[in-house]
């Protein structure tokens, strides 16, 4: 079977890797519409042999699409209703309708059993959140989760091509001597903007009233959902590093039972999606520059916490615009795909 696939934002960071992506995995697809916004419009994108040309996408694009792929934005608010009742399975990819009751929020390999209540839009998670869903679930089937403490390490990516640009040209002109602009971090809209190359700038998205960032909000409201605990407790602190692409997380883990850091590792060795780096006295850990381009999650640096009586600390990388993004919503599509949940 093969269906007709809508890319929107099919010129992003995000949009370029769902190609990327469809390529490599052969996603079965019929027809492929690449679309963006009007400023994007009339571009042409090579891609498997042939020269697509990129559509100003509007509420009329998705007669005739199965799988519309939202690479994320403030435009899915009403394209994403629009391609659902033209009767495509949207997956969405922006935090539009992360949080809404109506609307099921998915990892594939953590709760796959909630695709089933869509009503025509899936919401994919944010980067950081699904990279920490993966090493907390294998865990939390050993034991409820009481609480967690994470702290994020995450890539310029995160900020999309021009903040990755802006990385590349800020070391080039300190190499240069030339003088540094920042212009996009820690977000384009902001009134402010710091340099990243050789920095840290502990603000991702903006600042909500109770001085937590969205950021921060997003992978506390979003982790509770898609575990289905709402009584997890999950404090979180987000950090922008000059790092090209993958996110990394250190994260504290207050179980209800005792989890040794055996059984973590024999446990999240064996899930899907997450390869187990965690040696030692070889230094094995996971790191950022060795996840980038990669699909899996890695976890190390799995270590008992003393400080309290069940507690686990560790250690996660993963690519953000691979199965922080792009990867992962593919991945509900296949899923759906495998379990015939896909209207044609
Ligand atoms: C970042 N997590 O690293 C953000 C990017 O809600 O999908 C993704 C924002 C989102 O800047």
């Not at 995995?25 to 571009?43: D, Q, V, Y």
Request: charged share 25%.
């Amino acid at each position: 079977k093969k269906y007709n696939v809508a890319i929107l934002g099919a010129t992003g960071a995000v949009g370029q890797e769902f190609l990327n992506l469809i390529e490599e995995r052969k996603f079965p697809f019929a027809n492929l519409k690449l679309l963006a916004s009007k400023r994007s419009a009339g571009k042409k994108i090579q891609f498997m042999g042939k020269e697509y040309t990129v559509e100003e996408a509007t509420e009329n694009s998705f007669n005739d699409v199965d799988i519309a792929l939202f690479a994320g934005g403030s435009i899915s608010k009403t394209l994403g209703p629009a391609a659902a009742k033209a009767g495509a399975v949207v997956i969405d990819n922006s935090s539009t309708f992360r949080m809404d009751p109506e609307v099921p929020l998915i990892v594939p390999e953590v709760n796959p059993e909630d695709i089933s209540w869509h009503k025509g839009i899936i919401a994919n998670p944010n980067c950081s959140t699904i990279i920490m869903v993966m090493a907390l679930k294998p865990l939390y089937d050993v034991s409820k989760i009481k609480r967690v403490v994470v702290s994020t390490y995450q890539a310029v990516s995160g900020g999309g091509k021009e903040a990755m640009a802006e990385l590349e040209q800020q070391v080039k002109d300190i190499n240069d001597g030339k003088e540094v602009v920042a212009n996009i971090l820690p977000g384009a809209a902001l009134k402010k903007h710091y340099q990243i190359a050789f920095n840290l700038i502990p603000q991702i998205d903006v600042f909500k009233e109770n001085l937590y960032t969205k950021e921060e909000m997003k992978m506390i409201d979003e982790t509770k959902k898609i575990m289905n605990d709402q009584d997890m407790r999950i404090t979180a602190t987000t950090i922008r590093v000059p790092v090209y692409r993958s996110h990394a997380e250190s994260v504290n883990v207050e179980f209800e039972d005792e989890v040794s850091v055996e059984k973590a590792r024999e446990v999240l060795a064996k899930f899907p999606g997450v390869i187990l780096r965690d040696n030692p006295d070889e230094q094995e850990y996971p790191m950022p520059l060795e996840t980038s381009g990669k699909d899996d999650v890695e976890v190390g640096r799995i270590r008992k916490d003393y400080s309290i009586d069940h507690g686990l600390n560790f250690w996660v990388c993963g690519d953000q615009i691979r199965k922080g993004a792009a990867l992962n919503a593919l991945q509900i599509a296949e899923y759906m795909m495998e379990h015939d949940m896909i209207k044609k």
